[in-house]
């Protein structure tokens, strides 16, 4: 196998059948949510009646939202068997060298890319996960917390009322509305350009869909973590072979698709707030 051929396995299909899901639910979750929200303006009105009206909408809306838990949880589960499985202790998941939690390298990595960026530094030697994709994980965390609970107290407003005074529904509402234009706003446009717009990863990066990068880019994007895996001899561990073409083709159909319609909604939201806003 030359080199060309070699790609690294960075994501378990557990991992990227659970983005999918995720994908599909937060899609949905955003254009019936998004239709409601600006329900006055046009665009949500056709878009209300491609779900069957505005209430049938309110139904996708909690079926997508009962998907986007499920894939959360499955992933919790799936943490805790990484830890039982490869880490010796929570610590050594939470704080050591390839965790999920920020720490100084990512703060050095931040400073180091910003004199990048202007031609004062070379670029810094990303380990396995960047600065940037840790704040997009625990963005989800955030929602998860923020417009899950205040989505479910709207679905239950009969059984959370019995603890909390009614003016709470709509403090949970307005939360809830905002919060989840925030996230729609933030997801299909800095997840967006980090993920497929920048400039070494245009137009599409389908890492995600397949596990799969080549070694090549692998050595460029993920110094620090080649060079580890290298030293301790477990490189080869991650070396698998590509999709066949036809397969890679269904992935490209599947990720563009989801970039038009989280760039149309952008394109939406950008026209209700500027000239029909209420």
């Not at 599409?204 to 973590?225: A, H, T, Y």
């Not at 890679?248 to 990720?255: D, H, N, S, V, W």
């Amino acid at each position: 196998m030359s080199i060309k051929d070699k790609y690294v396995l960075r994501f378990t299909r557990l991992n990227r059948g659970l983005h999918v899901f995720m994908i599909i639910s937060f899609l949905i979750l955003s254009l019936t949510g998004m239709s409601l929200k600006f329900s006055y303006t046009g665009w949500a009105k056709v878009l209300s009646k491609f779900f069957g009206g505005f209430e049938s909408a309110g139904y996708w809306h909690r079926f997508a939202a009962v998907i986007m838990i499920i894939v959360f949880v499955a992933h919790l589960v799936d943490v805790v068997r990484v830890k039982r499985k490869e880490f010796s202790s929570w610590k050594a998941l939470l704080i050591g060298k390839n965790s999920m939690l920020f720490n100084k390298k990512d703060w050095q990595d931040f400073k180091e890319s910003l004199k990048w960026f202007i031609g004062k530094g070379e670029r810094p030697e990303y380990g396995r996960w960047t600065y940037w994709e840790k704040f997009d994980y625990f963005a989800v965390f955030w929602g998860m917390f923020v417009i899950g609970s205040t989505g479910m107290t709207l679905w239950f407003p009969e059984f959370f009322t019995n603890f909390f005074p009614g003016w709470m529904l709509n403090v949970a509402t307005i939360i809830h509305s905002d919060e989840a234009l925030l996230a729609t706003g933030f997801i299909f446009t800095i997840h967006f350009f980090n993920t497929h717009l920048r400039p070494e990863k245009f137009p599409m990066d389908i890492v995600i869909f397949s596990g799969r990068v080549p070694l090549e880019e692998f050595k460029l994007d993920r110094p620090q973590e080649y060079k580890e895996l290298v030293e301790k001899g477990e490189l080869d561990k991650y070396i698998v072979e590509q999709y066949p073409p036809i397969v890679l083709r269904g992935m490209k159909i599947f990720g563009w698709t989801a970039l038009s319609i989280g760039f149309s909604i952008i394109i939406w939201i950008i026209y209700a707030m500027i000239f029909v806003y209420r």
